[in-house]
């Protein structure tokens, strides 16, 4: 009965839209979607790549994700991650998934990310 998973919904904090715009765009290069005008005055906004789509939702009463997070997988993980350590992002790897590469990362307002790229076909 399910036929996909349309988007993931992470929350942030009032006022963040344009850092989240500069990580999710500038640094992670995902291509920002237009939110329909009668969802666009709540704020927050919406990003996809690679057919993935990822909702920012502003939250009053914020705390990021600690546990909860979405699973992004890349191509050239390890040229993700220096290009988020650039950035002053934290990088943690983890080697406990058999068959992928993979680490956790943190997007400006402190949501948990994870990183995966298969290593078997």
């Known amino acids: 009965m399910i036929t996909g998973l349309d988007h993931v919904q992470l ?3 009032p006022g963040s839209e344009p850092e989240l715009r500069a990580f999710y765009t500038g640094v992670l290069g ?3 979607l237009a939110k329909p005008p009668v969802l666009a005055g709540r ?3 919406w990003f996809s790549a690679g057919g993935a789509v990822l909702h920012l ?3 009053e009463d914020f705390r990021p994700a600690r546990k ?3 699973g992004i997988r890349v191509d050239r993980i390890h040229d993700v991650a220096k290009r ?3 950035q002053g992002a934290k ?5 406990d998934l058999p068959g992928h590469l993979r680490f956790h990362s943190e997007d400006p307002v402190g949501n948990r990310l994870e990183f995966l790229e ?3 076909v």
């Open 91 to 95: 990088v943690v790897w983890d080697y």
């Open 30 to 32: 995902m291509t920002e």
């Open 43 to 45: 704020g927050g906004c």
């Open 11 to 13: 929350a942030a904090p």
């Open 118 to 120: 298969p290593t078997t």
């Open 57 to 59: 939702g502003i939250e």
């Open 68 to 70: 909860a997070h979405p």
């Open 84 to 86: 988020l350590t650039a």
